[in-house]
């Protein structure tokens, strides 16, 4: 089971053993960035809190998804062209995003698609990357950039 799909009793395990205790603002944080299922901002992150629990501060949301994305359970995207706020997404596999370009929001690319794209990118330029550069490739991230159609 992934750790998104887990339900809340199974949290304290998964921190566990991704190195982070659990607290019950690390707990609140992480469920907000799941059920949003879009790729929020800290401040919306923080405003989805504050009906739920006014006790946790601006702060504490920054550093929390901090905590999560050091211990490889949330990932940070970048805000566009390097401005704007940063994104969070839960860390679910390697998928692709579309990020529209006026307004900064991020979607996932269906895994499907994702994969097929992934796939294309042709392995001996990688090889050759590799060699000519000194550098190993871990993983690639994709984001399309662009805007939404009609
Ligand atoms: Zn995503």
Redesign the pocket.
Known sequence: MSPIDAPKKELPAIFAAHGLRCTRQRVAVYQALVTSGE?PTADQIYQALQTRDAAISLATVYNTLEALCSAGLAQKLPGTGGKGPCRF?IARGN?L?LRDAQTGD?A?VPDDLGEQILAAIPRHLLSELEAKLNFRVDRLEIQLIGEKQG
């Open positions: 790729h997404d998928h995003h991020i996932d």
